[in-house]
């Protein structure tokens, strides 16, 4: 993630021109102005349309497309996608993408275009990358392409069966995630598995430090492992852990019930630890993404964001952390 502007209660549009690649800004207001009224910006001549019956019979209506822009790996696309589809159902929008990255190579996503044009469509971009804002609810009725992290869950829960389908994974990467589990069910009989995401890598060196991003100690999973225990009484539990850091995982989570995944593509990580009973996480989006999928207890590591940090003024816990989740300490 990038630093970010602490102004929380403003969206950014901006024109989007192929011919001089400059972007101008313009305040979005609490209500979007007037179809009829000037923002500085034309809609775009390269708008694509579709045909559709209104409940009331009305004439043929131009559809209104939504898409966006992808940034960062796999856990963050996941959150531009989700968001995006959760803006363009809750206002009438088509939602489609041009490309995906990792996210097309990972998932069946039913949302791509390759061929449509956007070009003049105008932008739209965050000023918080984990804090809701209403306005992005009540976007100018243009084709839009909406930027940032947008790493709030609320964007998206009224769409949240829609996105559970998008994010299903690929045939190849589910077959070797359900020979893993199936492996591992095969010897735990009756024993309730819990995914355990640990995250390191650049989070620990001091520039990600002084910015903001924190770490979980091994006193964290002891804490999050009583936890666990405490809401699955009389349970045997299985703790399955996968990491960027095997080796410090290894030497710092010190439990009998403890079993460590080998290195596999991130992919295949996500589809196993996702397809676990419960999930416990520390820091990033991707195992953020792996308690959503999973859909069961949920314990995270609170001190993701370290308190008075850049990185914190863009960021609120209740936006980021879905309700019914539940954080723990160092």
């Known amino acids: 993630m990038s630093t970010l502007d602490s102004?929380?209660?403003?969206?950014?549009i901006y024109t989007n021109s192929s011919a001089n690649n400059k972007e101008n800004t313009f305040k979005l207001l609490s209500s979007p102005p007037n179809q009829n009224k000037s923002l500085a910006i034309e809609s775009s001549s390269t708008t694509t349309t579709t045909t559709q019956q209104t409940n009331?019979?009305?004439a043929n209506v131009t559809a209104l497309y939504l898409t966006t822009r992808f940034t960062g790996r796999l856990g963050n696309q996941m959150f531009i996608y989700a968001t995006m589809v959760g803006l363009a159902r809750a206002q009438n929008r088509v939602p489609i993408i041009k490309s995906g990255g990792d996210l097309?190579?990972?998932f069946q996503i039913t949302n791509l275009n390759k061929d449509m044009?956007?070009?003049?469509?105008?932008?739209?971009?965050e000023s918080a990358y984990a804090i809701f804002n209403s306005k992005f609810m009540?976007?100018?009725p243009r084709n839009l392409i909406v930027t940032g992290y947008l790493q709030c869950w609320r964007y998206f829960l009224h769409a949240q069966d829609e996105i559970r389908r998008e994010f299903t994974f690929v045939p190849s990467i589910q077959k070797e995630a359900d020979a893993v589990l199936a492996s591992c069910r095969s010897q735990l009989q009756n024993h309730?598995?819990?995914?355990?995401h640990v995250r390191r890598g650049d989070f620990v060196l001091d520039d990600k430090q002084k910015h903001g991003y924190g770490v979980a100690n091994a006193s964290y999973f002891i804490k999050a492992f009583a936890k666990m225990r405490s809401l699955l009484p009389n349970q045997n539990i299985t703790f399955l852990v996968a990491s960027d850091n095997l080796t410090w995982c290894k030497d710092n989570i010190k439990d009998t019930s403890v079993t460590f995944l080998p290195e596999r593509d991130r992919g295949i990580h996500l589809a196993i630890l996702s397809s676990c009973d419960h999930v416990i996480l520390t820091s990033g989006t991707f195992g953020w993404w792996i308690a959503w999928l999973a859909n069961g207890i949920s314990i995270y590591f609170e001190g993701y964001i370290k308190k008075d940090s850049p990185l914190e003024a863009g960021f609120?816990?209740?936006d980021y952390y879905p309700l019914g989740w539940i954080g723990l300490g160092n």
């Not at 044009?117 to 971009?125: F, H, L, Q």
């Not at 309730?192 to 355990?196: A, S």
Request: proline share 3%; charged share 5%; glycine share 6%.
């Open 7 to 12: 102004s929380i209660n403003q969206l950014y």
């Open 138 to 140: 009540n976007l100018p």
């Open 56 to 58: 009331t019979s009305q």
């Open 104 to 106: 097309v190579n990972t």
């Open 316 to 318: 609120t816990a209740r």
């Open 192 to 196: 309730v598995i819990v995914g355990v």
């Open 117 to 125: 044009n956007t070009d003049g469509w105008n932008v739209i971009s």
